[in-house]
């Protein structure tokens, strides 16, 4: 099983970006994925989640208007678009599988909201 994000870089507040994960060593269409982020001193928090079939999503509640999550099972690939960014959402962004408790992380990508 392996995740790997990119995407991130230094955006001003305001701005937008799109975090891709390519996720492999599992059949991807049968799983809930997810992504997380940790920021500066923090832990790691769940910022969102997709069904399988990409039908159901659920965000936490500090992204919800500005982020949305996305999937292409033919690819094997997840995306999170962040809209509106805030300094606050400066962190290292990881995706995983939702719900199974993987042991397995990416390297994440970086985000840096700042002017």
């Known amino acids: 099983v392996q995740f790997v994000e990119s995407g991130g870089g230094l955006v001003q507040p305001g701005g937008s970006r799109r975090l891709s994960c390519a996720a492999s060593g599992f059949t991807f269409s049968w799983y809930a994925m997810a992504w997380y982020r940790r920021a500066p001193g923090k832990g790691r928090e769940l910022v969102a989640t997709?069904?399988?079939?990409?039908?159901?999503?659920d965000y936490v509640d500090s992204v919800k208007g500005r982020f949305t999550i996305s999937r292409d099972n033919a690819k094997n690939l997840a995306f999170l678009q962040m809209n509106s960014l805030k300094p606050e959402d400066t962190a290292v962004y990881y995706c995983?599988?939702?719900?199974?408790?993987?042991?397995?992380w990416g390297q994440g990508t970086q985000v840096t909201v700042s002017s």
């Open positions: 995983q599988r939702w719900g199974v408790g993987d042991l397995t």
């Open positions: 997709i069904s399988s079939a990409g039908s159901s999503t």
